[in-house]
């Protein structure tokens, strides 16, 4: 799919080439900056002012509009920023994510302003994504006919029943939508698109979108691609190390609107406190939930006008901004691996701490640090049927003369449990061997049992349990501070 620059839009939109529609699709926090800098330039060409609406309901409406010519201006620009149309079921996750911000709800149609308006339409578009038309049934009936797996808690499964409860608690909610006459936006909304790709609009008329789920497939898009009218603002994603890519655009974006800089530190611990997978399971790996980019943004906006002339450092980061990011999982699993207990008790209590269930959260990591140690285990006798080397450090030789041998065929084994282990995931545990002696490493199936009981309230001090098996992974006895940890 081949996008074009802002420049060459602008170039295209003045030079007797202009489209109808224009889109320019991204991380909202990207895309709409972007969008604004094209609606100014284009408008100031065009002798008009752009109007701007965010999350509109009545697309008919607004197209109708722009067909009309205006009394007052030369011209009409448009601006809508999240419609939706251009969506697919992949982005009902996302959706459905913004329509819970509202909820508990318990209000009716009147009360539908603001943030609670577009989380009811962000519910009616999920609706109309899985052709169920708002309206034809009663709310509830209407909500059983989504899938099981749109109501999924963040990243791990709920307690039987617990999809149900989760529907339930948006009837409210697409009761006092539907009360209120709104629709969301359909198939039916996206054909208005492609007809004014095909019959086009008066001179200097244009709608410009602004969109952050607008996939290739859609044929719109594909219109709007050969026709030089897509920019791609580009996407946030957490990468391997604890990086966010894409966050240098964004950046960008910030010091221009403030004037204001950042230090790379204080830049890198504002990401940290600020970034936060988006919840369920359907969201793309390395994603980052769309609220926590705008904290971002606010924060940084707050900052550069207490640091003034200065640029934005790291002491004024760790004093004003709440530490309120997500501890990666992988990082916390790398410090176990490496031997620093202290480190991994450090990043448990963050994740922890970040955690909207504490509780289910602590089980979640149990579960794969059980995984890591029941790899452990079974290295001491992989180690000994194979004759492999044990204590090399260098993982390039590791991976080609030592892995593969650990992870064939062993004598009497069905199947290698080591089996289709990364590499350098399984060199951790092999580094993380050698700080156990073999009785402790052949002892963790009979400590992880301990531990998930202990987790589950069959023993004394269940916040204390899992925090004691990180440091024993670790090659760390467990001290009585860590009963500390919850």
Not at 87 to 105: F, K, N, Y
Not at 118 to 146: I, K, Y
Not at 361 to 378: I, P, T
């Amino acid at each position: 799919m081949s996008a074009t620059t802002l420049d060459r839009l602008l170039a295209g939109a003045t030079g007797g080439e202009a489209s109808p529609v224009y889109l320019v699709r991204g991380e909202r926090a990207l895309a709409e900056p972007l969008a604004e800098r094209f609606a100014a330039r284009l408008a100031e060409a065009w002798q008009t002012e752009p109007s701007r609406l965010r999350h509109p309901d009545d697309l008919p409406a607004l197209v109708a509009d722009l067909r009309t010519y205006s009394l007052f201006s030369p011209g009409k620009l448009v601006v809508a920023v999240e419609t939706g149309v251009l969506a697919d079921r992949s982005a009902a996750e996302a959706l459905l994510a913004e329509a819970r911000s509202a909820l508990p709800w318990q209000g009716g149609a009147a009360e539908l302003v603001g943030k609670a308006r577009v989380a009811a339409l962000r519910l009616l578009q999920v609706l109309r994504l899985f052709e169920l038309e708002p309206g034809g049934e009663e709310p509830a009936r209407l909500l059983a006919r989504l899938p099981d797996a749109l109501f999924a808690a963040r990243g791990r499964a709920r307690a039987k029943g617990g999809a149900q409860e989760a529907r339930e608690a948006f009837v409210p909610l697409l009761g006092a939508a539907l009360e209120a006459g709104l629709r969301g936006l359909g198939e039916l909304d996206a054909s208005l698109l492609a007809d004014l790709l095909r019959d086009g609009l008066p001179e200097r008329h244009a709608l410009l979108l602004v969109e952050s789920s607008a996939p290739d497939e859609h044929p719109v898009i594909e219109a709007l691609a050969r026709r030089g009218a897509l920019v791609d603002a580009g996407r946030l994603a957490f990468e391997r190390g604890g990086g966010v890519g894409g966050v240098g655009r964004l950046v960008a974006e910030l010091e221009r609107e403030t004037g204001v800089a950042i230090r790379r530190d204080a830049l890198a611990e504002l990401a940290r406190r600020t970034f936060r997978a988006p919840g369920g399971r359907g969201a793309a790996p390395g994603a980052i939930d769309v609220d926590s980019t705008e904290r971002f943004g606010a924060e940084y906006r707050k900052l550069a006008t207490l640091a003034g002339a200065e640029a934005i450092g790291l002491d004024l980061v760790r004093a004003q901004v709440e530490d309120r990011g997500e501890e990666d999982v992988w990082e916390l699993l790398d410090a176990i691996g490496g031997g620093r207990g202290g480190e991994a008790l450090a990043r448990l209590a963050r994740r922890l701490a970040g955690a909207e269930d504490p509780v289910s959260e602590r089980l979640a990591v149990f579960g794969l640090v059980a995984s890591f140690a029941r790899q452990l285990a079974a290295l001491p006798e992989a180690l000994a049927a194979t004759g492999a080397a044990a204590g090399e450090r260098s993982y390039p030789r590791f991976k080609s003369a030592i892995a593969p041998r650990l992870q064939g065929e062993l004598p009497g084994v069905a199947r290698n449990p080591l089996a289709g282990l990364h590499p350098f995931r399984l060199h951790r545990v092999y580094l993380a061997l050698g700080r156990l002696d073999r009785a402790t490493a052949l002892r963790l199936p009979e400590r992880l049992l301990e531990t998930e009981l202990r987790l589950k309230g069959e023993g004394d001090a269940p916040g204390a349990a899992l925090a004691e098996l990180l440091l024993e992974l670790a090659g760390v006895p467990a001290a009585p501070a860590t009963r500390q940890a919850r």
